[in-house]
């Protein structure tokens, strides 16, 4: 088969698998006795070793296949789980992910057979249950044996499978499948040759002997078959649990096959790669009787020949295939888009009605208009949706890694994580994981003290790392909190200090809050010793860039010796939002209707002097007025006397009010960048395009504070 | 620039085979000046714009070109010649540069397009003190018209405490 078409989907299920895996191999080692546990990580196992199988990467199916066994034997209850036994597959499961990852960069798996894993896993297969396989494995044996004789010559000859060349990992798979009891069949598959439908026949066949067992090999391999690029006969060899008689009458039964020969297949002999050419030599001979034989005999070996040459030239052309990112996206979703598209195809018709008749009503017009505006709204809603995908995917590795940095850190910790199905931006998502990675670590690293000075402290020996998400108006909101020591401003602002960062007076002028944000300027590390874990100077910084990047925020919440907070903000969406439009002077401006509280008409004699600045008291609590117009630097057309119009903005617990002239109206916008240029202007966050062409700039609260 | 390539052309096919650029010739003033063909994206009316607050004033503010928000600067402003004065003739003219992205520039007028040799152009000398040379990348002369060739990148760079 070409498989590059299916490769985005195998790199897709596959790390889904892992993941599966990873977060099952996880609760194993809380319930080592949980069957429901163990039955679907041999599930995921299985799965991932046949798409391994199918994409055609050996070294990865052997990997799946070792890890399998493992598991069908603690399924049996051969095999009890042990500590030991988690880490051999956690390393195995890195393993697999490094396959994963070579394949997306190269499309090919890569050169590390990984022994030491296999080694270690069939240790542990055969540290339990060493003999009883041994038993099982005779009896087919035996079996088999009555069936041999029977064979006459001349079917021999047709036994074309024993010409199939097998290479290690097959070989591996198929002693492996003999050791467990398993039957291991050849089979040579001939179809008449008025078929027409060879391939499709063909398929069938495969489809039959799935149904008894696995097909671990074909010749021609299935790609060819698929494309029809065989003669009249194939061979393939199978494992499977049953006897061979159902599995031949099953084969035959497919409609337009002439003849299906089958036998146990000796591994000892087929795994004789010197007798591979010497089969090929007998055909060779027995050929002069039957001349039939050589037109079959000679593809065949061409056939073997094209395939060698193609396995060559696609190891040697492995650029790098460029994976698309994709979204995968509920039917459920597409429905409701395609459903808005039609609504506004007959909203655009019913407007085209309207102007072709004659007559029409400004009214009815309106109304048009507003339908197709709230199909619009829906639409945007609708597609934006498509491209949200939870946060789980990228949240769920955590458990593995916080289990890992236990260990490595000898740390007792526990990861507590809620509000894994947030849904955020894919492109958001994508981009989140090592911001939150370095979080966790730090937290692990530096947040959390040792256990015996948790003992020592009064606090619980086991740490708590707490990982929450949450949307929070249009923002989702991703916290992560650790239960350790917090964070010593003293020790920050010594260091902070030392560095030359900031001098001692303007330390004394900072707030412990301040301070604490001095750990989000690059190349600031407080931790006393260079760790494996963390603390190499870089972390806080990135972390800061890459979610301001994204257009979100980070702010930091430290008690000493309670704990503290990282909270991480960011925008549901990145390109459309919704925006209060206003003007000051004769300029527009647009608000992110995200930000605003409420929208306040104050006298001028509400208006209070505080420290100088103006404030007003609404409710009970004091805000502080901005006066746009001054900010911005525009004539404001209102006189002294006049009401004010306060749009209250927030911005985490805080509030302001910002003085405008005028309310426009709540439009969705479309954000586009200013460009470099206008970077500089804070107060600006991007433009939008209005209606009528004209560019009004939009303005980001958050800034003002 | 490159005179190396044509060394074994014959003397004829020397005009042609020059490595030759193409200017358009904008005026500013009384002067004119042009700007490498190669490096304009657009050439449009005078429009609205919408001025950004907080920036340098030559920063007059940005358009609306094909759905793209593009800032425009006043060349006038960033020489240091006399502020704009929007006529009918009055162009942006929006340039693409590698580093610099879109941006567009208000000139007073567009005239028409040259095609300079390199043996027409003439590097500038810098012992000149004046600022405004700094803007200038060479001088074409094209039918005894002298031309000041604008360095764009020195044009659209952002000055310090401007």
Redesign the interface.
């Known amino acids: 088969m070409d498989t590059s078409q299916y490769l985005e989907i195998f790199l897709d299920e596959a790390k889904e698998h892992l993941q599966n895996l990873n977060t099952q191999i996880l609760d194993l080692e809380q319930e080592p006795e949980n069957m429901d546990t163990i039955n679907e990580i041999f599930r995921a196992a299985h799965s991932l070793k046949g798409m391994a199988g199918t994409m055609g990467y050996k070294r990865m199916q052997t990997l799946t296949h070792d890890m399998e066994n493992v598991f069908s034997e603690v399924r049996n209850g051969n095999i009890t789980v042990q500590a030991s036994t988690i880490d051999i597959l956690f390393q195995c499961l890195d393993a697999l992910e490094e396959y994963v990852n070579n394949i997306q960069e190269s499309a090919d798996e890569g050169t590390n057979e990984n022994e030491p894993i296999i080694k270690a896993l069939n240790q542990i297969l055969n540290g339990s249950s060493a003999d009883e396989p041994k038993q099982e494995k005779e009896e087919p044996k035996k079996k088999a044996e009555p069936e041999k004789t029977k064979k006459s010559d001349e079917e021999n000859g047709k036994q074309k499978w024993h010409s199939i060349k097998l290479d290690d990992s097959e070989k591996h798979v198929l002693s492996e499948a003999k050791s467990k009891g398993m039957n291991v069949y050849g089979l040579s598959v001939y179809i008449e040759e008025t078929c027409i439908l060879k391939a499709a026949r063909a398929f069938l066949v495969f489809k039959a002997v799935e149904d008894y067992g696995e097909i671990i090999v074909s010749q021609p391999s299935a790609q060819d078959i698929e494309d029809e690029k065989f003669e009249y006969e194939f061979s393939l060899i199978v494992v499977s649990d049953q006897p061979l008689e159902p599995i031949l009458k099953a084969a035959k039964s497919v409609s337009e096959i002439q003849e299906v020969v089958g036998d146990v297949l000796n591994i000892e002999a087929g795994a004789d790669k010197e007798n591979g050419t010497e089969v090929h030599k007998e055909e060779g001979t027995a050929v002069e009787t039957s001349p039939k034989e050589v037109a079959k005999g000679v593809p065949q070996q061409t056939a073997t020949k094209k395939e060698n040459k193609k396995s060559q030239t696609a190891k040697s052309t492995g650029g790098k295939p460029v994976v698309n990112r994709t979204v995968r996206v509920d039917i459920e979703k597409l429905d409701d888009l395609m459903n808005l598209v039609s609504e506004l195809i007959i909203a655009k018709n019913s407007l085209v009605s309207q102007t072709s008749t004659e007559g029409t009503s400004a009214t009815s017009f309106n109304e048009q208009i507003e339908y197709l505006e709230s199909v619009t709204t829906n639409l945007h809603e609708s597609v934006m949706k498509v491209r949200m995908v939870p946060i789980e995917s990228v949240v769920n590795k955590f458990p593995r890694m916080i289990r890992d940095l236990q260990k490595k850190l000898n740390k007792k910790m526990e990861l507590y994580m809620t509000g894994e199905d947030t849904e955020l931006d894919r492109t958001v998502v994508d981009e989140i994981g090592d911001p939150l990675m370095h979080l966790l670590r730090n937290a692990a690293d530096h947040g959390l003290e040792t256990n015996e000075v948790r003992k020592e402290r009064g606090k619980p020996e086991i740490g708590s790392i707490f990982l929450d998400a949450y949307q929070d108006g249009n923002n989702v909101v991703i916290e992560v909190r650790d239960d350790g020591n917090g964070i010593d401003a003293e020790a920050v602002k010594e260091k902070a200090i030392e560095r030359g960062t900031i001098t001692e007076e303007q330390a004394m002028k900072m707030s412990d809050k301040e301070i604490i944000n001095l750990l989000l300027l690059p190349s600031f590390s407080t931790a006393k010793e260079v760790t494996d874990v963390s603390g190499r100077g870089v972390g806080l910084d990135v972390v800061k860039s890459k979610i301001e990047a994204l257009s979100g925020e980070v702010e930091v919440k430290s008690k000493l010796g309670e704990g503290s907070t990282w909270i991480i903000r960011l925008p549901l969406t990145l390109a459309i939002i919704q925006a209060l439009m206003v003007s000051i002077g004769n300029e527009k401006y647009a608000i992110s209707l995200g930000s605003i509280q409420t929208i306040e008409d104050i006298t001028p004699q509400d208006i209070k002097l505080v420290e100088n600045k103006e404030v007003i008291h609404l409710r009970g609590t004091v805000i502080p007025l901005i006066r746009l117009n001054e900010v911005l630097d525009i004539e404001s057309q209102g006189s002294a006397d006049d009401n004010l119009i306060v749009v209250i903005v927030k911005k985490g617990d805080n509030l302001a009010g910002l003085v405008v002239d005028e309310l426009m109206g709540q439009q969705e916008i479309v954000i586009k960048s200013l460009g470099k240029y206008v970077n500089k202007c804070k107060i600006i966050s991007g433009a939008t395009i209005l209606g009528d062409g004209e560019v009004a700039l939009i303005l980001d609260a958050n800034t003002l504070f | 620039m490159d005179e190396m390539k044509v060394v074994d052309k014959s003397l004829d096919s020397d005009r042609i085979e020059y490595d030759t650029t193409q200017f358009i010739v904008i005026k500013l003033g009384n002067e004119q000046y042009g700007i490498d063909i190669q490096y304009i994206d657009n050439i449009l009316r005078m429009q609205?714009i919408?001025?950004?607050?907080?920036?340098a004033p030559y920063?007059k503010?940005?358009?609306?070109l094909r759905?793209?928000?593009?800032?425009v600067?006043s060349i006038r402003q960033k020489m240091g010649l006399p502020a704009d004065e929007i006529t009918k003739a009055t162009r942006i003219i929006i340039l693409k540069l590698e580093q610099?992205?879109?941006?567009g520039i208000m000139v007073d007028e567009v005239k028409e397009v040259v095609t300079l040799n390199n043996g027409e152009i003439e590097k500038v000398s810098y012992d000149n003190k004046e600022e405004k040379t700094t803007f200038i990348s060479g001088i074409g002369k094209e039918d005894g018209n002298l031309i000041s060739l604008l360095d764009l990148n020195a044009v659209v760079a952002?000055k310090e405490n401007a």
């Open positions: 609205n919408t001025r950004v607050p907080k920036v920063l503010g940005a358009i609306n759905g793209e928000v593009i800032p600067m610099h992205g879109m941006i952002e």
